[in-house]
C-alpha cells in the first residue's frame, strides 16, 4: 500500500493556541476538533495557520508553508485528474465487454469517491515521494539493497557454473583414454594372434583346421592391424584416439623408452631369450623386433602358390572340421621347428617379456583412468561444498536471516504505530482504510480471516460484516449539530471504547479482563 492511499490526518497542535485543547463537557477528557469537522466549518487544518512573528522573523516559515500548501493543491488537482481518467477507460472497457454490471460500476463509483477525498485530505507529490524513497534508500542496510543481492546471486551462479565446467576439463582425456584402453588391449591380444599364427604355419600339420594359405593371410591382417593399434597409442591420430600416450603419458614413456625392464621382478636380470642383443633397451625395441621376426617367418613359410584370402574369417565347414579318426603328436618336428631362432623367439614371447610388458601398459592406462576419476570427484566434492557453503554461510546465516530480522523489527514497529494511532479522532472512511491495510496480513490478528463450520467449510462472514456496519452506525452517527463527535456514554469506570475495539470485538476478539475472570 503506498503512502498516499492511508489517510491519517491527525491535528498538529499549535504551541502558540493553549486553548486549542479544552475540556469537554463532560469532564471525560479532552475534544479536538478533527478535520472532518474543519472540513464541515470552512476552515484549513490547525498545521496551515501561520507561526507567529516571534517565531519566524525573516518570514522563512510561512512562506514554506504556502509552497506546501500550493504543492499539495497541485497534486490534489493532477490526482483526481488522472484518477478521473483511470475510471473512465476503465468504464469504457467494461462497456465495450457488453456492459459492466450494476456492481461493478458501484464499485469504480465508489473507488473514485474514495480516491478523490484521499487526495484531498493526504497528497504527496512526486518530488516528496522521491525524497521518501531518497531517504528510505540511505537509511536501508547494505546486505537489503539490490548490489548486494546481485554480487551474491552472481556468485552463487558463478560456482554453478564452476562446478560443471571446472570438472569438465577432464572430458576430453576421459574421451581418449576409453579407445585407447581397448586398443591396448587389442595390441596384447594381437601379438597372441600373430605367435599362434606363425607357429602354426611353421609346422603345417593341420591341426589348426586351417590351410596353409589360410593361415598365411590371417597372419598377414593381423600384423597390420598390430602395426596400426601400436602406432595409434603411441602417436594418436587414429582409431578414435587422439592424443597419442607419448603425449599424454609419462609413465608409459618410461616402459617404452627408457632402457631398463621394468615389467620384471628382478630389474637388474633383462635378458631376452633368442636375442641377446635387446636386453635393457626397452618395450618398444622387443616390439620392432617381434613384428620384424613375423614377417621374416611369414616371407619365409607361407606356400609358392600364395594368394591373400579371407576364407579364414567365415565359419568352418563341420565335415571338414572333424573329419579324422586320431591325432598323433610327432614331438620330433617341433623340435626340429625350435632350432629356428625366429619362430623360437616368437614362441617365447607368447609369456615373456613382451607379453609381460604390454600387460604392464594396460595396468598404466586403468591407473591414468582412476586417476583422473578421482580428481574428477574431488574437484566436484570441493566445488559443492563451496557452493553449500556459499548457501548457508552468505544466503541463509548472513542475508535471509538479517533480512527476516529487519522484517521483524519492522512489524514491531509497525504494530506500535497502530497501537499509538488516536482512531477515535478519525473519520469513518479513514479507519475503513487503515483495516483494509492490515486486512490480509495473515497473522493472529487478521480482521478478515473467515470463521469455518465444524464441517471444515468455510462460511460466508456477511453477518460479522452486518454487525461491523451497525456498530459503526452506533458510533459515527452520534454527533452534535456543528459536526463534532459526541464521546460515547459509558458508566464510570469503564474504560474508553473506540470504534477499533468495536470492529475487533465484532470480529469476535475478546477483552484481556473477561479472559482473566474466565480463568478465575
Not at 293 to 314: G, H, K
Request: charged share 25%; proline share 6%; with cysteine.
Amino acid at each position: 500500500m503506498s503512502p498516499n492511499r492511508l489517510n491519517l490526518s491527525l491535528p498538529l497542535l499549535d504551541s502558540t493556541s493553549p486553548n486549542q485543547l479544552s475540556p469537554s463537557p463532560s469532564g471525560r477528557g479532552v475534544t479536538s476538533p478533527g478535520p472532518r469537522d474543519r472540513r464541515a466549518k470552512g476552515q484549513a487544518p490547525s498545521f496551515n495557520k501561520p507561526p507567529p512573528k516571534w517565531m519566524d522573523p525573516a518570514n522563512k516559515v510561512t512562506q514554506s508553508m504556502q509552497d506546501l500548501k500550493d504543492s499539495w493543491r497541485n497534486a490534489e488537482q493532477d490526482s483526481v485528474r488522472d484518477l478521473a481518467k483511470e475510471i473512465k477507460r476503465e468504464s469504457m472497457d467494461s462497456a465495450g465487454e457488453g456492459g459492466a454490471d450494476t456492481a461493478k460500476q458501484a464499485k469504480i463509483l465508489k473507488r473514485l469517491q474514495r480516491e478523490q477525498r484521499n487526495a484531498a485530505i493526504n497528497p504527496i507529490t512526486q518530488k516528496t515521494q522521491a525524497q521518501i524513497d531518497r531517504a528510505v534508500s540511505q537509511r536501508r542496510s547494505a546486505y537489503l539493497t539490490i548490489p548486494v543481492y546481485s554480487v551474491a546471486f552472481l556468485l552463487l551462479f558463478g560456482l554453478c557454473i564452476g562446478g560443471i565446467l571446472y570438472p569438465a576439463r577432464w572430458s576430453t582425456s576421459i574421451i581418449n583414454l576409453a579407445p585407447m584402453i581397448r586398443q591396448a588391449d587389442q595390441r596384447n591380444y594381437l601379438v597372441k594372434c600373430c605367435i599362434f599364427l606363425a607357429r602354426e604355419l611353421a609346422l603345417g600339420d593341420g591341426l589348426s583346421r586351417m590351410t596353409r594359405n589360410e593361415l598365411a593371410s590371417a597372419l598377414r591382417d593381423h600384423i597390420d592391424d598390430l602395426v596400426n593399434a601400436d602406432r595409434a597409442i603411441r602417436l594418436g591420430g587414429g582409431l578414435r584416439i587422439d592424443t597419442g600416450a607419448d603425449i599424454s603419458n609419462l609413465d608409459h614413456n618410461v616402459v617404452m623408452y627408457e632402457k631398463g625392464c621394468p615389467w620384471r621382478d628382478d630389474v637388474n636380470d633383462c635378458m631376452v631369450a633368442y636375442r641377446p642383443g635387446l636386453e635393457r633397451q626397452g618395450l618398444f625395441v622387443i616390439l620392432l623386433d617381434f613384428i620384424e621376426t613375423c614377417e621374416n617367418v611369414l616371407s619365409r613359410y607361407r606356400p609358392q602358390d600364395y594368394v591373400y584370402t579371407n576364407s579364414y574369417l567365415r565359419n568352418s565347414d563341420p565335415v571338414r572340421m572333424y573329419n579324422f579318426q586320431t591325432i598323433n603328436f610327432n614331438l620330433t618336428k617341433y623340435d626340429q621347428l625350435l632350432l629356428d631362432t625366429d619362430v623360437a623367439f616368437l614362441v617365447s614371447q607368447f609369456d615373456g617379456d613382451l607379453s609381460a610388458g604390454l600387460l604392464l601398459l594396460q595396468d598404466i592406462f586403468l591407473e591414468q583412468k582412476e586417476s583422473i576419476m578421482m580428481r574428477l570427484h574431488s574437484d566436484n566434492r570441493v566445488l559443492f561444498a563451496l557452493y553449500m557453503s556459499m548457501v548457508i554461510i552468505v544466503f541463509y546465516l548472513i542475508l535471509f536471516r538479517a533480512t527476516i530480522s529487519v522484517a521483524e523489527d519492522q512489524a514491531k514497529r509497525v504494530r506500535k504505530f497502530v497501537d499509538m494511532m488516536p482512531v477515535h479522532v478519525l473519520a469513518k472512511e479513514e479507519v475503513a482504510e487503515l483495516v483494509n491495510f492490515f486486512k490480509h496480513d495473515g497473522d493472529d490478528g487478521n480482521l478478515s480471516a473467515k470463521t469455518k463450520s465444524q464441517d471444515g467449510n468455510p462460511e460466508d462472514n456477511m453477518g460479522a460484516e452486518e454487525a461491523n456496519e451497525a456498530s459503526w452506525k452506533r458510533v459515527s452517527t452520534d454527533e452534535t449539530p456543528d459536526g463534532s463527535p459526541v464521546p460515547p456514554k459509558r458508566s464510570p469506570g469503564s474504560p474508553l471504547v473506540n470504534p477499533m475495539t468495536i470492529l475487533l470485538r465484532g470480529k469476535g476478539a475478546s477483552p484481556l479482563s473477561s479472559m482473566k475472570r474466565k480463568k478465575v
